[in-house]
C-alpha cells in the first residue's frame, strides 16, 4: 500500500490516456469516461442503446420505415420487395409491444428473400433477434445473430446484440468477443459498448482471479519491495532497535527470523517464525513478535488469510503491548483495503487510533490508502497529522506535498499548486538520498508538462539505487509521455525487469504497450508473467481483464482479418 516508490502514482485512466489507448480495450472505457465530460446516455442517434435500458425499443431495429406503403398502393413485385415489406410490418409490431407478431412477419421476410441478396437478409434476420431479445428468449437471439453475422461478419448490431445474449448465459468468453468486436468496429467511441465491455472484463477477471489465486503459487516481492515497504513505517516494532546485536545471539526461530530480516535472506522467515510460535520454551512476548513478523511476509506474499490470522491474534492477546496491537492493526487494515473491503479497514484504523493516537504509522498509511482511493482532502488531513507526529519521516513528508498539490489541481488553485510543488522540491532538498521524493517530484513535473526537469530527477534518483525497477517504469511512461518515443520506452520497461524480474509493474506496464502496438501475443505472455507475481486477489482482477482484453483483441482480428497495428483506426461498419 504506497503510493511512491513501490508503485505508480498514475491512476489507471491516466495510464489509458498516457498510453494513448482506447486500443487497449482493458483501459479503454476509464480513457473513454475520462476524456468526456459526460457519457452520451440518450444513443438514439448512433442506432444504439445502454444494455441496462430497454424502453426504447425501435433503435433494436433496422431498415427504412419510410418504405412502408400505404394500403391503397400496389403491392411489391419482386420477391425483395415483398420481404421489405414484411419486415417493415414485423418493425410495426414491434414497436407496439407486438412481439410475437413481429416474429411472425420477419419469419415471412426471411423466408421470402432471396438468397442473392445477403445483405437484407442479415438485417431480417437482426430484427428478428431483437424481438426474441424482448421475449428473452436468448438462445434463439444467439441463433439469429449467428445467422445475421455468417451473411454480414461486421454487422455491429447483431455483434453486440449477440453479446448481450451471451453475457445472460453467462458465456462470458463469447460475450468479450462480440463486444470487443464492436468496440473494434466502432472505433472506441460508443460509450455503451465500452463501458459493457469493461463490464464483462470485470465479471471475467473477478472470476478468473478468484479460481487462480487460490492455486497460485507464492512469489516473495523483491528484496527492495520489501525493504521500501519496512521504511514507510516509523513505528514499526520489527525494524526499531532492530541492530540490537542481543536479537540475533541465539539460535532460536525469532532470532533466526529477524537475522534474516536484517541481512535481506527473506525465503526462510515464515518458517523461522513458526518455528519460535510452535517452541515450549519460547515466552508469550517473543511468540507476538513471532507472529507479528510471520503475519507482515504472509501480508508481503498475498496469504492474506493466514496474515489475517495472525494480525488477529495480536489484536486480541492482552500480552501484547501498545505498539505492537497498532502495528498489528494498521497492517490488518491495509490487507482489508487490497481485498476491496475498505469499511472494515478504516475500522481498523479507527480502533488503532483510539488506541495510540500519537502513532503516526496510522495516519500515514491511512493518508495512503485514501490518496489511492483518490479522497484527497481525507488524504491531506491524515498526513498533516502524520508530519506533525513526525517530522523526519521522509515518506510521510513527500506524501504530504503530494496530497496538497493533488486537492489544488481539483480546486484549480494555481497557487497552492505552486506552493505545493515548491513545497515537494523544499523536500528533496531535506531528504537528498530518498527515492520517494524524486519519484514524486518528477511525477508531479510531467503532470505540469515540465518534462524536461522531471526526467533529471529519474536520472538522479536511477543514480541513487540502480536497482530500483519502478524508477524505470516511470522514466519509461515520462518518455512515452513526452517524446513519444515507444522505443525508449520500451527500452526502459526492460532495464527494470533487468535489474529486478519480480517488478509486476513493469510486465503490465510493458503488456499494455504492446497491446497498443498490436503485439498482442506478447502483450498476453507479459500479462501472464505479471499474474504470476500478484500479491492481492483484487490486482489479479485488473490484470486478467488486460489479459482477457488482450486474448478477445486478438481472436477478433484473426476472424476479421484485421491488422493488429490499426485496430483503433477500424471505422463502425454496419447498418444505420
Known sequence: MSTGSTGSLLPKWQLAILLGAPIALGLGYLYYRNQTTKLCEDASDTGKKKISNSKDKSISLDGDDKMLKEKSEPKPQSELEKAIAFKNDGNSRFKSGKYNEAIEFYNKAIDTCPKTHPLDLSTFYQNRAAAYEQLKKWAAVKEDCTSALELNSRYVKALYRRAKACEHTNDLVSSLDDITATCILEGFQNSNSLEFADRVLKDMGRRDAKEAFSKRQVVYPSANFIKTYFAAYINDPLTKNSNDDADYADDSGLSRAKKGLKDAK???????????????????????????????????????????????????????????????????????????????????????????????????????????????????????????????????????????????????????????????HRAVEKFPNNLECYNILAQILSEQQQFDKADELFEKAINLQPSQASLYVHRGLLHLQWTGDITKSMELLQKAIEVDNKCELAYETLGTIQVQRGALENAIELFETALKLSRSELEMVHIYSLRNAAIAQLNVAKKLGLDLSSLSAVSQVGFA
Open 266 to 424: 527473506y525465503d526462510d522467515i515464515i518458517a523461522a517464525c513458526t518455528d519460535e510460535i510452535t517452541s515450549p520454551e519460547s515466552s508469550e512476548k517473543r511468540k507476538l513478535e513471532a507472529r507479528l513478523l510471520r503475519g507482515t511476509f504472509k501480508l508481503l506474499i498475498g496469504l492474506m488469510d493466514e496474515a489475517t490470522q495472525d494480525f488477529d491474534y495480536i489484536v486480541d492477546s492482552s500480552d501484547a503491548d501498545i505498539n505492537m496491537k497498532v502495528n498489528a492493526l494498521v497492517k490488518r487494515a491495509s490487507l482489508n483495503v487490497q481485498n476491496d473491503q475498505h469499511q472494515k479497514g478504516f475500522e481498523d484504523f479507527e480502533i488503532a487510533e483510539k488506541i495510540d493516537p500519537q502513532n503516526a504509522d496510522i495516519f500515514h498509511q491511512r493518508g495512503q490508502v485514501f490518496v489511492l482511493l483518490e479522497k484527497h482532502v481525507e488524504a491531506l488531513s491524515d498526513f498533516n497529522t502524520a508530519v506533525a507526529l513526525a517530522p523526519e519521516h521522509c515518506p510521510a513528508v513527500v506524501q504530504k506535498c503530494y496530497a496538497e498539490y493533488r486537492f489544488a489541481t481539483i480546486v484549480q488553485n494555481q497557487v497552492q499548486i505552486y506552493n505545493a510543488i515548491q513545497a515537494t
